[in-house]
């Protein structure tokens, strides 16, 4: 029976190889990061981009006619925004504050939401408008 000799010394190197490669780990944002905004300074911008989703939660919701519009809301950013589920494409997200600020989409799926409006002394609420112009929003936060 032949011993192969040179098995002992190649699993070394492999496993020196390894160990000291550096493997590529994907970007996350750290567990506990800051948003990067906070009432008025959040007026048209990304809940996602900003780090306000993370802390969100649904306030109003109301159905109509098969659609779910829902106001969110970021304590931590102090902004809401309106999001849609089961829409249709054409239908559109509008969240707007009592102070006059409004953001809206235009849906071009069945899911969607809008760019953030100041929460910060003032009420907002989301509504959807679809197809045939009728609107329908949930209550004021």
Not at 33 to 53: E, F, I, M, W
Not at 85 to 95: F, L, Q, R, S, V
Not at 98 to 125: E, F, H, P, R
Not at 129 to 138: D, G, L, Y
Request: charged share 15%; net charge positive.
């Amino acid at each position: 029976m032949r011993r192969c000799h040179f098995a002992l010394p190649l699993a070394a190197v492999v496993i020196t190889v390894a160990a000291t490669t550096a493997i590529p780990v994907p970007a996350q944002a750290a567990p506990n990061a800051k948003p990067t905004c906070y009432g008025a300074s959040c007026n048209g911008l990304d809940p996602r981009q900003t780090g306000c989703s993370a802390d969100a939660r649904a306030v109003y919701d109301e159905i109509f006619q098969g659609r779910l519009i829902r106001l969110r809301y970021s304590r931590a950013c102090r902004a809401v925004w309106a999001q849609l589920w089961n829409g249709k494409p054409g239908d559109t997200a509008i969240a707007q504050g009592d102070d006059g600020s409004s953001q809206s989409k235009v849906i071009s799926s069945d899911n969607g939401y809008t760019l953030m409006v100041n929460d910060l002394g003032v009420t907002a609420k989301a509504c959807v408008v679809i197809e045939t112009s009728a609107m329908k929003c949930t209550g004021y936060w």
